[in-house]
């Protein structure tokens, strides 16, 4: 292996909006193994969440949950938990107000609502089944991450109670994600640099969305799809096309990676 790693963000990155990793993406990926590059995903997603994906692309590292748990070569460098007693005081003010929870560790989903109609809108594209009903997961397990289900128009109260404790990232009208404060896609990245003593030169990174803004910046070389948001666009080193246009493998390309 040489001294490189491009990580990739997913849902508009690796897949398209059906969900689908193009030919050239999975022929530029394969490229960059044989040439000794190392790969991994960083995605806002739990690991059960993307398994498959991992499985069809042959990776076994990977940034997950916006850098809360990380996986290098199937070994776990970096967890960082949720507070439970600060999620207990989250989940009764959420009840009062109406607003369901899901908790979310690195092998599945449970909810504290049984059979809700939000959380199976929201949920469906990315859980094969409805959370489980386990009101009292978090109690027992670690989790690093929940999805609070409300519009914008009610998150203040969360926002402001928990600045601080959590971070909140809305990625649907109708959900949030918390999330440790602080935590993000380039904290997980930060700790593959030190795990591989890797100089950022050296780190590169595809994404499209907010929640990528800070890995593409934190890296050396943030590159952004041509199907991205302004923003990352803003924040990129370099804009590549589309993803349904081989925007991977014309940017893997383009740095002479592949």
């Known amino acids: 292996m040489n001294d490189k790693i491009v990580f990739f963000d997913i849902d508009g990155t690796l897949v398209n909006d059906e969900k689908q990793i193009p030919d050239s993406t999975k022929e530029g990926i394969q490229k960059l193994t044989e ?7 960083a995605t806002g997603r739990g690991p059960f969440m993307f398994e498959p994906i991992r499985k069809e692309l042959s990776i076994d590292s990977f940034v997950s949950f916006n850098g809360s748990y990380v996986v290098f070569k199937d070994e776990v460098i970096q967890k960082v938990p949720l507070s439970a007693e600060a999620i207990e005081k989250i989940e009764l003010e959420a009840e009062k107000a109406g607003h369901p929870l899901v908790y979310l560790d ?53 926002r402001d109670g928990y600045k601080g404790t959590f971070d909140f990232i809305r990625w649907h009208e109708d959900a949030l994600d918390i999330l440790p404060t602080g935590g993000s896609k380039a904290k997980g990245i930060e700790a593959f640099m030190k795990k591989m003593n890797m100089k950022p ?58």
Do not use: W
């Open 35 to 41: 040439n000794g590059v190392h790969v991994a995903i």
């Open 106 to 158: 690195h092998q599945q989903a449970t909810s504290n609502a049984d059979d809700h109609d939000i959380i199976k809108n929201c949920t469906f594209n990315l859980m094969p089944t409805y959370p489980a009903y386990h009101p009292a997961y978090y109690k027992e397990n670690e989790v690093y991450q929940v999805l609070l289900f409300c519009q914008e128009q009610h998150e203040k109260v969360y």
């Open 201 to 258: 030169e050296n780190v590169y990174a595809f994404g499209d969305a907010l929640n990528d803004i800070e890995m593409l910046k934190t890296v050396g070389t943030g590159i952004a799809m041509g199907n991205g948001l302004p923003e990352a666009k803003e924040a990129a080193d370099y804009v590549t096309k589309s993803v349904d246009e081989d925007g991977i493998y014309h940017g893997l390309k383009h740095f002479g990676l592949i």
